[in-house]
C-alpha cells in the first residue's frame, strides 16, 4: 500500500525548461520512462539491530533537499509514492515494497528506492526477484556500505539483508554475487568477514577507497559489473565520512570520500545493467545543516543524471 506524496517545492527562478528544477520536473511528464522514486520510510530493521531510530525520517528529508536541485530538461523522474510502514511489521513493509518495485520495472523505469534503514534493500531485492527480470540472468549486488550486512538473526533488522539475498539467491537456483565497497574492518567482526569469505564476496576496505585510490576503486566495480548480466546499486549513507555525512544510524570512523562514492554512481548508473537502486540509513534527527540529506540528493541526482538517455539492456 502506498501513501500520498507531499507536494514537492522549490526554488523558482522563471518559466520554461532552462529553469527546470526537480520539482516541477517530478511527475511532469507521466507517460515517459525514466527513474522512479521509491519512499520506504522504516527504521524498525535499525532499531532491531540496536541502532539509533529516526531513518524513517530519510525519504522526505530527501526529496527536501532534491527540490531545489537544477535538472536538465531530458532527465525524466517520477515519485511512485511511500510504501506504508505500519507499526513493527518489517515483513509486511518490504512485502508491499517488493510490489511497488514490480511495478515500476513493469513501466520499465529504473526503481530507485528512498530508506529507511538498510532493511530496505531485501524489499528492494524481493521486488527485482519477482519481477521476472532476472530469470536466466546473473545479478550482481554493489554495495557502498560500511558494512557487509550479512548478519545471522532471528528474524531480519538492517544488519541481515544480503545475508537473506544470499539465501534467496540460492533458492532460485544461482549464485549469490555481491560486491561491498567501504568496508571498515574496525566494524565487522572476524565472524562477518568469515561470512563473506564463505559467500565468496568480493570487497574493498574504507582504507583502499580513498582518492588517491579512485582508479582502482573504478576497476573493481568495472570488472565485477563485467561479470554479471543485471546490477543492483545499493548505497548506505554511512559508507561516507561522519563529516560530510553525520546523519546516519552509524556515523563512519573513516569513510569513503563522497567525491569517490559520487564517481562510482556515475559509472554503475551509466551502464545499462543497472535495474535497481536504493539508499539508506539517513537520520534526519542527527543531521547537521542537511548536509547527510544534501549529500544523498547529490547521489540520487548524479544516478538520475547518468541514468538517462542510457539504451537498455536486451530483455528488460
Known sequence: MSTPVLRWTGRVD???????????????SPG???????????????????????????PGAIRAALGSFAIQPEVVVHDAADVAVVGEDLEAAQDGLAEAVVKQLSAENLPFVLGGGHETAYGSYLGLARSGLLDGRRLGVLNLDAHFDLRKADRPTSGTPFRQIAAAEAARGAEFTYAAIGISQPSNTAALFTTAADLGVRHLLDLDCQERHIEDVLQFVRAFAADVDALYLSIDLDVLPAAQAPGVSAPSTLGVPAGVVIEVCRLVASDPKLVLADITELNPT???????????????????????????????
Not at 522512479?36 to 532499531?47: A, H, N, T
Not at 543531521?287 to 547518468?306: F, K, P, Q
Request: cysteine-free; hydrophobic content about 35%; charged content about 20%.
Open 14 to 28: 522563471g518559466p520554461g525548461p532552462e529553469h527546470r528544477r526537480w520539482h516541477n520536473a517530478i511527475n511532469e
Open 32 to 58: 515517459a520512462t525514466g527513474v522512479s522514486l521509491i519512499g520506504f520510510p522504516s527504521d524498525e530493521g535499525v532499531r532491531r539491530n540496536g541502532g539509533r531510530p529516526g531513518a524513517q525520517a530519510g
Open 286 to 316: 542527527y543531521d547537521i545543516d542537511n548536509r547527510t540529506a544534501r549529500v544523498a540528493a547529490r547521489l540520487v541526482h548524479t544516478i538520475a543524471v547518468s541514468a538517462a538517455g542510457r539504451s537498455v539492456p536486451e530483455g528488460h
